[in-house]
């Protein structure tokens, strides 16, 4: 049984579990099990029953787990490590984290309430990610047998996204409220979904930006570099990862300046990105020297690990992103999937 939902990931879970637990058969038999209520609580969401359903899932406990798992793994993966304070990186995931619980539970209401979910012209930065990620395709693949142990029951869920082609597991937990009535307390593993959403995407866009990596080569190469750390800030916080570049360089067209970022790959997978422009309005064509100046802040994971350890030159990568020339025209990778 396939049903399509909208956007709130957590809303997708919890109703896809339900359908998939167990047979109506078996729970028929023994009502006592957790999969009967799995099945009560999907009845709820089909019949719009909402008393139930809060009843039966506690959806702000679920929610607020996949605003933090899912968070913790986009601000690791994504953040600009020039960002120096403690402040500004938890002001963003504080941010970000409400973004979510709050489209999140609009659209669980929206939908156990009328079935559909939609969204508003002007949506929020995890609004629009949600509904990109594609989950609105989520279907079930298969799932374990409830396992209960000091009256919890867990059950791991396997997931595929249709839209993105990719599989995630989920393990949700439920706990006895009656003698016929389990409760989905918790889920986790939300951040193999954002995981394996960034991995789709960079297929997508890899695809897309074929092309324009072929177009930029014409004009910008990165031949080889080298690096120093230096010490950086006053306070003796952060260090600064100087990059010396040689590029090959030719434009026909007048050029202004070129646009790229550095990647860092961190130890626990994720990598740090750093964005730089280099000034080429009076460079000359051929093989030229530029510096990259990256700061390596000991707040962002990746750029702690290189100050403690140093690092793989293997796992340092430049790219060429944009060209920007002199008559106002640009040549640009794409950033994100086009409408």
Known sequence: MKKIL?????????????????????????????????????????????????KLVDSDKIIETAAEEILTAKINSEINS??????????????????????????????????????PENSTEMQEWLQKSGVGTCIINNYSKPFVNDGVATSTVNFHNGEMNFDFEIEVALQKISENEWRIID???FESYFLGVKRALKIKLDSLNAPVKDKIAETFVVKSFS???????????????????????????PVEKIIGRVLLDGRDGNTGITPFEIDVTNAESGVQTFEINKTLNPFVKQDSDVMKHGFRKSALHIEITEIDYADGTVLKEYDRLPE
């Not at 729970?27 to 019949?47: H, R």
């Not at 120093?228 to 090959?248: C, H, M, P, R, V």
């Open 82 to 119: 020039t960002t120096y304070s403690t402040l500004e990186l938890s002001n963003t995931y504080e941010n970000l984290k409400q973004d979510f619980i709050d489209a999140a539970k609009i659209a669980l209401e929206n939908y156990i309430l009328t079935g559909n979910v939609n969204l």
């Open 227 to 253: 690096t120093e750390i230096t010490e950086g800030d006053e306070y003796g916080f952060s260090q600064n990862l100087k990059i010396s570049l040689d590029a090959d360089y030719f434009s026909e067209k």
């Open 187 to 189: 889920a986790k593993g």
């Open 6 to 54: 909208t956007i709130a990931l957590p809303l997708v879970l919890m109703a896809l579990v339900a359908m998939g637990v167990t047979s109506w058969q078996a729970m028929q038999k023994v009502q006592t099990l957790p999969g009967y209520s799995m099945k009560t609580i999907l009845d709820a969401v089909e019949s719009h029953d909402a008393a139930t359903f809060h």
